[in-house]
């Protein structure tokens, strides 16, 4: 211990200089941290709809009741794996959905028992056709579907007047048609097409043929595909078509003359969501008078309410030609048209690649 | 501490200049830089914090004056009253005046707009064309009925009717004498408006974002940044992660409320310094340690080599000294301490290895003596027998002289020839006289004898035949040619020292002789070996300080020799 001696004689010096150093490193440290701008959000809304309907929705949603609401964009795929994997209806940050928002109708049937019923005040104002029977969804918008088409390259003559105007061989390679695969409002439209095809030969093969074995991966492309004269025609929706024929474009729509599909999309609280309440005042308010009169006069969105009449100009759903499937022969028939289309286009590609 | 002590001594010195050169570099270099941050960031949070807080203010202001000019506007109750009556061309004209009166303020902040109660536009200070009416049952005209004073309302830039240059609306509901609604008062701002507001508050680095209550953003003054830059500040200023992994200064998110409104004010800073100059900053400070840290491995070698090896060769050279190697020498052309110490350990080396060679001499020498004498004791007794054969033949034949002769040469033969080299002075004496018996026969009794010797000294011990060679001197040179001689041997003792003198009456010597015998260090003289050897062997047995004197006066020559009065003989 002879040198632990001596050492113990330099402590104070030790210690002194240890000292300083603390104190210089500490004063690096950086200020307590302050309160953040974090505020728990009261509902989280999963939101299928696109960004121009929802967004509005919700704002107002939040200017009238002062709620903070958190929106977790997303798409129907996304949802139905996770229905399907069961990993549950949470966020990618853990924060568990209270309600979905803008999914098809038929996939809030299919999947209902992760609903829970709830019946809204305004359900006596909904048209029966978009009525749940037993209240697990409360439908929010409809939106047939339509057959747009360029007037500067459609005369008069050729204007198309249902599905089967799609396989007229003048317009082979001109028809905007999105991969059914992708897009729900196209596994629709084939679905609805196909079953009211009374025509000779199979309708998807002579789709697919006249289509020359391509497709489109969006709805915006498939507009502005029509738009600018890429194609002459193609399938979308009444409200983008509508859109933009009142914004002065050179298009026009027909509705499927055999009858179409008016792809309506709902709302649904998630089973065991942590905010009951809120979640039951924001589908009360989607389904309100106001928030369906600004679907319509703003959102180019057809409302499910009777007493909000469409825009003038355009005809009631009532007056509609509207296919007579009911929404489990339509979620069927999707599954099967999509097999079917799958195999067309994989039996083209085999003989194409030999 | 113990393992300090495993390492070498120039390890030890290396390993103490690398420390005290590297570590006050290390940390000072880390020290500044950390320090340089901090207070950056320090600095870039207060500035920070004091612009929000103008901001916050001036919002505040502006609400205030907004309120204001509603309330100045609306006092009277015409506006309320023109909404009814829509005939009135003059109430109308008085109307304009009043609000751009009104406005006066807040002209570059809003634009003043008033709707009907159907949300039908009726009158604007507003330049640009806009929309005619405004839903009533949805949105800012919704939000501002059965609120009193304004209500704020940030455009929603989804609904394609709004104008996308208008930012936030306010509406003030204006109510006539029986409080019933006539028409809306809306204030539009617009992104030029807020642009005004924030002028001046912000440098080019940073960004402003105004949330509205629900924290959707209203403005962002980086009008280039679309929904993606803005939500990616939003979530930096909600979560509080204001940092980049890693030290350093770096971009700040700062927020505040507006406190009348909830209005969020989000300020993003960017760093002064970019996180390459910070990089750039480590570098230098890891180059400047690396050059130091080269420096100092160099400079520490060199002076622990310059130290070590002096000490590491002298190590080593002790290791052969002490081994017997005696002709190591180490070859230094230093100057300092260690170059001395290095040539005394040479001298001494060479001191050493010369009185080592001096003892081996010394004892061949030795050995060669010895060896000579055993040589000379072969025949003695052969000459003892001889010459007591003579003796008595000399007796038989009646030759005394011959008897006496061989009888005091037997005598002085095995005197000389004695191995003892001390006797006491009688026997020396008794010597002598046999001497003196053989020259008197030699030289017929030219000569007298005698001595004065007191009793007490006579058991002192001398060197053997020392007094021989002096009286052989004194009768074959002092009394050369004397008829009658006369040699004394007179001994005398005072303070332990014996004195010997022989005394002759004969005819001295030269000078050159007495200084010869006077000198300290007499040299080998030939033809006086006999006085050399004494002076030698009473130096060599006794020291310096004894020996002999030699004394010339008119009476005669005295020898005298000094030697310590001695009962026995202690060593040789």
Known sequence: ?354 | MKWYGRFSFKTRVFLGCLLVALVPLTFSSVVVTRLFTASINRQLAIEGNRQLEEVSAKLTQLFENCEKACETFTADGTAARVMIDKDAIEMQKDLYLSLYQAVQEIYSSAQFSIYDSGGKLRFTTDTASKNSSLPIRWGLLKKAQGVSGITYYRTDPYLPGADKNILMQGAYSLENSHGARTGYVVLDFSRENFDNLLNGFYSSGDTFLILDSHQRPIYCSSPEYGEKEINDIISHGVSGHEREKGRGVYTRYLWTREPSQGIYVILRRSAPISAEAIRTMGTVSILLSALGLVLCLMISGALSRGIAQPVSQLDKAMAKVKKGDLSIRIHTNRQDELGRLTESFNQMTGDLQKYLEDTVQKQKDLNKTTIKLYQTQLNPHFLYNTLDTIKWNARINQIPEIAILAENLAVILRRSISSRPFITLREELETIESYIQIQKIRFTGRFLYETEIPDQLEDCMVPRMFLQPLVENAIIHGLDGCENGYICIFADQKDGVLSISITDDGCGMDKEMVDWINSDNPLKRDGHLGLYNVIRILKIYYGQEYGIRAEVTKEGTTIALRLPVQREVTDV
Do not use: H
């Open chain 1, 1 to 354: 211990m002879r040198l632990s001696n001596s050492t113990r004689k330099r402590w104070p010096s030790v210690c002194a200089l240890s000292l300083i150093c603390c104190i210089l490193l500490s004063s690096c440290r950086s200020e307590a941290g302050e309160q953040t701008m974090y505020s728990p959000a009261d509902l989280v809304v999963y939101s299928v709809q696109e960004k121009g309907i929802c967004e509005p929705i919700i704002k107002e949603f939040e200017e009238r009741t002062g709620l903070n609401v958190k929106v977790e964009p997303g798409s129907l795929e996304e949802l139905l794996k996770k229905l399907e994997d069961g990993s549950g209806l949470y966020g990618d940050d853990g924060e568990a959905w209270d309600v979905v928002f803008g999914v098809g109708i038929e996939t809030l049937e299919e999947k209902k028992e992760y609903w829970q019923a709830y019946e809204s005040p305004e359900v006596p104002s909904i048209a029966g056709a978009f009525r749940c029977g037993d209240y697990t969804w409360t439908s929010f918008s409809a939106c047939p579907l339509v057959i747009m088409y360029n007037t500067n390259v459609v005369t008069y003559r050729e204007v198309p007047s249902g599905w089967t105007s799609l396989l007229e061989p003048r317009w082979k390679g001109r028809v905007a048609f999105m991969d059914p695969g992708m897009s729900d409002i196209y596994s629709s439209a084939l679905a609805t097409a196909v079953y009211k095809y009374r025509g000779e030969g199979d309708y998807m093969k002579q789709l697919a043929d006249n289509l020359e074995y391509g497709s489109l991966t969006s709805l915006s492309e498939v507009n502005s595909g029509i738009l600018d004269g890429r194609y002459s025609l193609g399938v979308t929706l009444e409200g983008a078509a509508q859109a933009l024929r009142s914004g002065g474009a050179d298009v026009d729509y027909i509705y499927p003359k055999e009858g179409t599909t008016v792809l309506p999309d709902g709302t649904a609280i998630v089973n065991g969501c942590p905010n009951l309440e809120e979640a039951r005042c924001f589908l009360d308010f989607t389904v309100s008078e106001d928030a369906q009169r600004i679907l319509v006069s703003d959102l180019n969105r057809r409302s499910v309410r009777m007493d909000v009449p469409p825009l003038p100009g355009l005809s009631p759903v009532n007056k509609l030609p509207i296919t007579d499937m009911d929404l489990k022969r339509l979620s069927q028939e999707k599954q099967e048209i999509l097999k079917q289309w799958n195999r067309i286009l994989f039996l083209y590609k085999r003989s194409a690649g030999e």
